[in-house]
């Protein structure tokens, strides 16, 4: 079956430290690869989002992510972090099976200690 | 910008009373999903519009719970009787069909079945 793992529930970081956050999906034909991110109190929102092409993605706020298939890995990572990215974040996959559908991660919560 | 919008916010309810949840999609998206976002948990969907079509309905409680959109713009999702495992974030997310895009979140309903 089809499935996304984020391998952590809970991050905690101080200001000015790299992140990375794991996740890797499971589905063998053609997937899109998406990083969403929820502030508290708010919707959620995109970050990120791979189709095809450089396997190296930017999105807003200064995050990126790398899709390496032979992984089945989609990591998202930000060089130094802000207090103000302390949030919860989904990766996602989305495939054609009949329809268009996306499964997600179970999410990392992040806190960031200004 | 054009949002996803839901209503109501917040919802209290006793069990076994009846629930509903209401969404207007951004305009001109076609593809509409109704997902459930237990707490530490990611969303999962519930069911899938393409217009006022259901497409993929496979993950819903056909027994209590229903949804429709009649025109093919809002959508209604209704849970009848409520049970205390309903207790959940209900959010609503709509997508143009046009291209491989992301799907935009609305604020989600937070449901508590007392």
């Known amino acids: 079956a089809q499935s996304v793992s984020q391998h952590n529930h809970h991050v905690i970081l101080s200001e000015a430290a790299s992140l990375e956050l794991g996740c890797n999906y499971s589905?063998?034909?053609?997937?899109?690869l998406f990083w969403y991110v929820q502030y508290p109190g708010q919707h959620l929102q995109l970050l990120l989002k791979?189709?095809?092409?450089?396997?190296l993605v930017k999105g807003i706020k200064g995050f990126e992510a790398e899709f390496i298939k032979s992984k089945f890995s989609f990591n998202l990572r930000k060089p130094s972090v802000q207090w103000s990215d302390t949030a919860e974040y989904f990766c996602?996959?989305?495939?054609?099976?009949?329809?268009?559908?996306?499964?997600f991660g179970t999410g990392t919560r992040l806190k960031v200690l200004a | 910008e054009a949002e996803v919008a839901q209503s109501p916010r917040y919802k209290i309810t006793e069990k076994s009373q009846a629930v509903a949840f209401w969404c207007d999609p951004i305009s001109g998206h076609a593809t509409l999903y109704w997902y459930r976002q237990i707490l530490g948990q990611g969303p999962e969907l519930l069911v899938q519009?393409?217009?006022?079509?259901?497409?993929?309905d496979s993950q819903l409680p056909k027994d209590r719970f229903s949804a429709e959109r009649l025109k093919g713009v809002d959508s209604t999702l209704k849970i009848q009787p409520a049970e205390l495992g309903d207790s959940a974030m209900y959010l609503c997310?709509?997508?143009?069909?046009?291209?491989?895009?992301?799907?935009?979140f609305g604020p989600g309903t937070r449901l508590t079945v007392l």
């Open positions: 519009f393409q217009d006022e079509s259901v497409v993929d």
């Open positions: 996602a996959a989305g495939y054609t099976s009949g329809t268009y559908k996306y499964i």
């Open positions: 589905y063998g034909g053609t997937v899109n």
């Open positions: 997310a709509s997508r143009q069909v046009r291209h491989l895009d992301e799907q935009f």
């Open positions: 791979y189709f095809s092409g450089d396997p």
